[in-house]
């Protein structure tokens, strides 16, 4: 799907944003009626061009890359021996903690506001346990069918990325060996189940989940190979049996930030490609005011050792290098309006900001925020807290279930992400801030006094040639408005909610789907101000015919022109703000410049120690 269609789908988000917050966790029908097998014409299925790929999922290196790949081009999963075992040897010790008689959260204790009831005593495995506890368990997975709050979620890729990153952190998890592999085929058969978006306060994505679980079992509604139908029917189409779950899989399934982190995933991939064309951008548009580069030069960011900002000003200078900006010009003012020598702190800035989300999101991805958190191994000697009575009534000694092993299981209150949703914030106020910038250098294009010659000097017998940008400036300025609109912070919020028990919100979903939009918009102001920078490219040449702008501002220049001709009278089929657009989204911005397309410090596998 293109950008362009994952702006409209965000847009949609936006707006549903603004109703209240729904927390649900499966009520109703054991079994949802089947819904009709259309696919609403507001669905927007992946084009699956790398479903041939695999990608290995350990718990502990998943990228923002593979994610993608996963989520928008249909690449396929599998699970590492060593995850595989691992969850398998936490499925085990879960079972043996019951039948050691300790209380575990949400297995043999009530989740909630029951959690001092008892499910069942004694050991799971035994007959009348483990018929009780599979009947509850496919009870439960049962109603997710009609668990949560629409609209639906209408782009395949989230809810795809939603199922990789929980398979990669679920290998932490206590989760039966049948509930991990059909994790993994509905990845791999691209059984993609209809999940309702409004179903989370922001912590703990319980009620998104439930709807997947409800795929699992045949209950619902879901697409196979983007088509939509029963559950059941996509099931059997791709030669899948129900899942029957067991020991506390729906525990297991559900209890993630899996659907907020997995945007804050897309948001980060498609943020660092606004991010690198603002840069591009900015190079152009110095060439087409004529500008002073005394700003990025190494002197001046030493003073200011910040390392992003002086990051971010040695890339835009590289971009430049060879441009006639580096050569004497009588007609260059000395000092450029700020929105021009403060761009590249504005875009550092972001930058910086980008790169602590995208660590957050990276350690989010990688390890567990799963309640209760099992931990195979550890002993009673590892800490000193572990060696006290209150903890010390948590340790599993070993036995049969776990095949001797022993450990830790603990109530916690990990599914709490305020990290990544302090900084999802933080990230789309940086990104506004930046957009100001590009904004404000759009306008003074207009002013004389900054650009010294005005656009009516273009060659005789051209009439219209430099007018192409008119109306940029009410599009920037209807941009910026819905940009100043997702930057106010949501209210932090506090609802006693399961009679007491929750009394704290995160609302990540509604900050994620602001920083989307603020990224769907960046991208838009982005392509105003391409029309504008490279009009003045052409103006500066016609000034000039020997003048250079450097390499990327050139190579960008030069494709750009192929699918948008200068001349306004050039037959066009689409508005050109549309056209610009599609260009920035059809390519990446590193086409243009090559070996200086990374940031700094940028993981490329990241090992999490669990």
């Known amino acids: 799907m293109s950008i ?7 847009q949609r988000l936006v707006i549903a944003a603004a109703l209240a917050t729904a927390f649900f966790i499966g009520v109703g029908c054991a079994q949802a009626a089947p819904a009709a097998p259309t696919t609403p014409p507001d669905y927007h299925p992946i084009n699956p061009t790398l479903s041939n790929k695999t990608i290995v999922l350990t718990g502990h290196d998943l990228t923002i890359e593979q994610i993608v790949q996963v989520a928008r081009y249909g690449a396929k999963v599998s699970l590492s021996p060593e995850a595989r075992q691992r969850s398998a040897d936490a499925h085990g010790l879960l079972l043996e903690a019951a039948a050691e008689g300790i209380s575990v959260y949400w297995f043999n204790r009530a989740a909630g506001s029951g959690r001092e009831k008892f499910i069942f005593t004694g050991d799971p495995m035994s007959p009348v346990n483990k018929a ?83 795929t699992m079992v045949g209950a619902g509604t879901a ?11 996509a099931l ?64 001046v960011q ?83 807290e572990l060696s006290t009575p209150q903890l010390a009534q948590f340790y599993v000694k070993g036995g049969p279930h776990s095949h001797g092993q022993h450990g830790f299981i603990f109530s916690n209150a990990n599914w709490d992400p305020y990290p990544m949703a302090n900084d999802l914030e933080a990230f789309t106020i940086a990104l506004a801030n930046m957009d100001v910038a590009v904004g404000q250098r759009m306008l003074r294009f207009t002013n004389t006094f900054f650009t010294v010659i005005a656009p009516a000097a273009a060659p005789a017998g051209e009439p219209g040639r430099f007018g192409i940008t008119q109306g940029s400036e009410v599009i920037s300025g209807a941009l910026m408005q819905e940009i100043q609109g997702l930057i106010n912070p ?89 056209i610009a657009a599609s260009f920035i989204q059809d390519n990446p911005a590193v086409t243009f410049f090559g070996a200086n397309d990374r940031e700094p410090d940028v993981p490329t596998r990241r090992h999490i120690t669990q």
Not at 223 to 233: S, W
Not at 238 to 254: I, M, R, V, Y
Not at 504 to 529: G, M, N
């Open 236 to 299: 059997q189409q791709a030669g899948l049996a129900p899942l029957t779950p067991f020991g506390a899989d729906d525990s297991e399934l559900e209890s993630s930030n899996a659907y907020a982190t997995a945007q804050a995933a897309l948001l980060l991939h498609d943020a660092r490609e606004a991010l690198s064309w603002a840069d591009l951008i900015y190079a152009i548009d110095l060439n087409g005011m004529n500008s002073s580069v005394s700003p990025l030069a190494q002197p």
């Open 132 to 214: 009780l506890i599979e009947e509850r368990q496919l009870s439960i997975f049962r109603r997710g069918a009609l668990a949560g709050l629409g609209p639906e979620i209408g782009e395949e890729e989230i809810v795809r990325a939603m199922m990789v990153l929980r398979a990669n952190a679920m290998s932490f998890e206590a989760a039966s060996p049948q509930l991990t592999q059909r994790l993994l085929d509905l990845i791999n058969d691209r059984i993609t189940p209809v999940v309702q978006s409004r179903s989370t306060v922001g912590e703990g994505d319980l009620g998104p989940f439930t709807n997947i679980g409800a």
């Open 4 to 10: 362009a269609s994952r702006s409209a789908a965000r």
């Open 302 to 384: 030493t003073n200011r050792p910040f390392k992003w900002l002086n990051w971010d000003a040695g890339r835009v200078l590289e971009m430049l290098r060879g441009s006639y900006l580096f050569e004497l010009d009588d007609k260059r003012i000395i000092q450029d309006p700020e929105s021009l020598r403060a761009s590249s702190i504005r875009q550092g800035s972001a930058w910086q900001a980008w790169a602590q989300l995208r660590d957050d999101v990276i350690i989010q991805m990688n390890s567990s925020d799963h309640n209760p958190a099992i931990k195979v191994g550890a002993s009673p000697t590892d800490s000193w």
């Open 223 to 233: 697409y196979y190979q983007g088509v939509r139908m029963p559950a059941l029917e």
């Open 490 to 578: 949501v209210p932090p919020e506090g609802n006693a909610l399961v009679k007491n028990v929750e009394d704290l919100q995160t609302q990540t979903r509604l900050k994620v789907v602001r920083a989307r939009q603020a990224v769907a918009d960046t991208i838009d102001l982005l392509a105003e101000d391409l029309l504008t920078g490279t009009t003045w490219l052409d103006l500066r040449k016609d000034q000039g015919p020997t003048r250079s702008f450097g390499a990327a501002p050139t190579a960008v220049w030069t494709a750009f022109r192929k699918v948008m001709p200068l001349k306004e009278e050039t037959a066009r089929d689409r508005p050109i703000h549309e």
